[in-house]
């Protein structure tokens, strides 16, 4: 049984996003259950499809108001380096180090789609961003300066001053 399953707990509701986690899951799983002749070339899909993923997500931050470097960029940004470290890791021999990575990006995996995540969904949301065409239907409804935490109010304490008045 893998690390991590697909379940509704990681469902956001929006589904180019969750069709993309719902990706990254199976991924992980597949890096999982790699034998050590597969581990490296599942583990680089892995890395593509993470590249993709943050990048995506990091442009839609940027076009619906959130700072470059807000935490959710700059946790894609740590993460991504350290997934690619981790291959440079295993084509050294390493290989017990890439299968350590996989099992701890399960647990960072949910924290981060249940908080940063569903907060960007949820800002999307408000904003009547659509991912899957690129389409703002609200302007109007954009910050009026970019969002620097991750757009929760668990993150930014200007979020939680305007929620408290």
Known sequence: MAVLEWSDALSLDLPLMDDTHREFV???ARVERADDTRLLAEWRTLVDHTADHFGREDDWMRRT?????????????????AMRE??????????????????ELAPWF??????M????????????????????????????????????AACDSSVRVKEAA
Not at 66 to 78: E, K, M, P, W
Not at 88 to 98: F, H, P
Not at 117 to 138: C, I, K, N, Q
């Open 26 to 28: 199976d991924l992980l």
């Open 86 to 103: 981790g291959l440079e890791a295993g084509r050294s021999g390493r290989t017990a180090l890439v299968r350590e990575m996989a099992r």
């Open 65 to 81: 108001g959130f700072a470059s470097t807000n935490c959710h960029g700059l946790q894609h940004r740590v993460v991504l380096q």
């Open 110 to 115: 949910v924290h981060h789609a249940q908080t």
């Open 117 to 152: 995540d569903a907060a960007l969904a949820l800002h999307m949301r408000g904003v009547g961003f659509d991912p899957e065409t690129g389409d703002l239907r609200m302007p109007e409804a954009l910050p009026a300066q970019p969002l620097t935490g991750c757009g929760s």
